[in-house]
């Protein structure tokens, strides 16, 4: 069983950064696509970014491209999405998931975490 735990979220002014942390178990980094999805309050969960278990294919959202950006450390099992220039429209609770490909990501991942609130003021 695949476990995820992000860290990192909290509240932050606009135009300011924030780095998230999605800590999973031993060698799911190595064995599946992670992605970032998001969900604001009255709004559906999307996909904002992704990254291919071998780090060659990356995805981002057409909302966060230039701002945000995914990477990962095989050796510490952990993904990472850094964020920058935040405005309020990314305030949202963030979770971590894991899935055999990205296309799969999108409609369904196999696994979530519990989730990180991320809230930026105006």
């Known amino acids: 069983q695949v476990q995820l735990v992000e860290s990192g979220g909290g509240l932050v002014q606009t135009g300011g950064s924030l780095s998230l942390s999605c800590s999973a178990s031993?060698?799911?980094?190595?064995?599946?696509?992670m992605g970032w999805f998001r969900q604001a309050p009255g709004k559906e969960r999307e996909l904002v970014a992704a990254?291919?278990?071998?780090?060659?294919?990356?995805y981002y959202a057409d909302s966060v491209k230039g701002r945000f950006t995914i990477s990962g450390d095989n050796a510490k099992n952990t993904m990472y999405l850094r964020m920058i220039s935040l405005t309020p429209e990314d305030t949202a609770t963030y979770f971590c998931?894991?899935?055999?490909?990205?296309?799969?990501?999108?409609?369904?991942?196999?696994?979530w975490g519990q989730g990180t609130q991320v809230t930026v003021s105006s």
């Open positions: 031993e060698r799911t980094l190595a064995s599946y696509t």
């Open positions: 998931a894991a899935g055999p490909n990205i296309p799969k990501l999108r409609t369904g991942p196999n696994f």
């Open positions: 990254m291919s278990w071998t780090g060659t294919s990356t």
